[in-house]
């Protein structure tokens, strides 16, 4: 895209300088499992697929782990333009920081529909390169299901279930979580995944042509908040689900599932936008 908008909030809180970065990871990465990208790790996961290096790779590791680090850090101070770009720097091993990033500002900050698909598609494409490499991946699996996800949504889901896109949402949710059984933010696509196809073509259709249960929806839900009870947007989607598929007759649980997200303390820009879109649902 030849323009990102940016960051619309005080995000001094969000900069992880330095040591910071490591010593705030497990609150920031509980809900995607993905691990510190410090030295070893690189040594570890160059010394099992060496193709993930990217092309200027002089072997050595400590550098592209702090480039790596700083594709997270600049996602995670709402710098997401910039974050796309380190992230394409580092071959394989930053996918997940760039399809995040991607998605995260196609989400909340493209102005446009045009711009929003775009940049939902391109990181779809980063997370199909990112399966060639390294398919044991849980979260190149993830985001290919979330950005195709969010552009499913763009699109309008029934358009998006007309041309397949339903089922390789699925597979590839299944794969993250088959991979990583405690991905909440995997748990949580899953249940919106449910939630929405009930929502357009009913229990019936749904449950026979797609596979859709709610049972299965609200136990995913559940299961996100009990792996990350901090999280926003697992409230938020359980939320958004519960309305899906329940209207007003649940609405009341809705609210306060909205209610807690907004009390929470963004520790992210993420997180910020999350809650942000939660205040203006309120309104």
């Known amino acids: 895209m030849?323009?990102?908008?940016?960051?619309?909030?005080?995000?001094?809180?969000?900069?992880?300088v330095g040591d910071s970065l490591r010593e705030s990871w497990p609150r920031l990465h509980t809900?995607?499992?993905?691990?510190?990208?410090?030295?070893?790790?690189?040594?570890?996961?160059?010394?099992?697929?060496?193709?993930?290096?990217?092309a200027s790779f002089d072997g050595d590791f400590n550098a592209l782990a702090l480039s790596i680090q700083d594709a997270w850090r600049s996602f995670h101070a709402g710098d997401f333009e910039r974050s796309v770009a380190l992230a394409g720097q580092c071959g394989q091993l930053a996918h997940a920081a760039a399809n995040k990033a991607a998605g995260i500002y196609a989400t909340y900050l493209a102005t446009d529909d045009r711009s929003r698909q775009a940049c939902h598609l391109s990181a779809v494409e980063r997370a199909e390169a990112a399966l060639e490499y390294l398919p044991d991946d849980a979260n190149a699996h993830y985001f290919h299901a979330f950005n195709l996800g969010r552009y499913s949504q763009s699109i309008s889901v029934m358009k998006?279930?007309?041309?397949?896109?339903?089922?390789?949402?699925?597979?590839?949710?299944?794969?993250?979580?088959?991979?990583e059984p405690d991905h909440a933010e995997a748990h949580t696509a899953m249940g919106m995944y449910h939630a929405e196809i009930i929502d357009k073509v009913g229990k019936m259709?749904?449950?026979?042509?797609?596979?859709?249960?709610?049972?299965?929806?609200?136990?995913?839900?559940?299961?996100?908040?009990?792996?990350?009870?901090?999280?926003?947007?697992?409230?938020i989607e359980y939320g958004n689900g519960l309305y899906l598929l329940f209207g007003d007759d649940r609405l009341d649980e809705v609210s306060d599932l909205y209610t807690k997200a907004i009390e929470i303390r963004p520790v992210d820009a993420m997180e910020k936008l999350d809650i942000e879109a939660a205040l203006a649902e309120m309104e």
Do not use: M
């Open 31 to 54: 809900g995607d499992q993905v691990l510190f990208p410090d030295e070893d790790w690189v040594h570890g996961c160059l010394e099992a697929v060496p193709d993930a290096a990217p």
């Open 205 to 235: 259709v749904g449950r026979i042509t797609y596979g859709a249960n709610a049972d299965a929806a609200l136990e995913h839900f559940e299961r996100a908040l009990e792996l990350t009870p901090a999280s926003p947007i697992a409230h």
């Open 2 to 16: 030849a323009h990102w908008n940016s960051f619309p909030h005080d995000n001094s809180r969000f900069l992880f």
């Open 160 to 179: 998006a279930l007309s041309e397949g896109i339903g089922g390789k949402i699925h597979t590839s949710l299944q794969n993250a979580l088959e991979l």
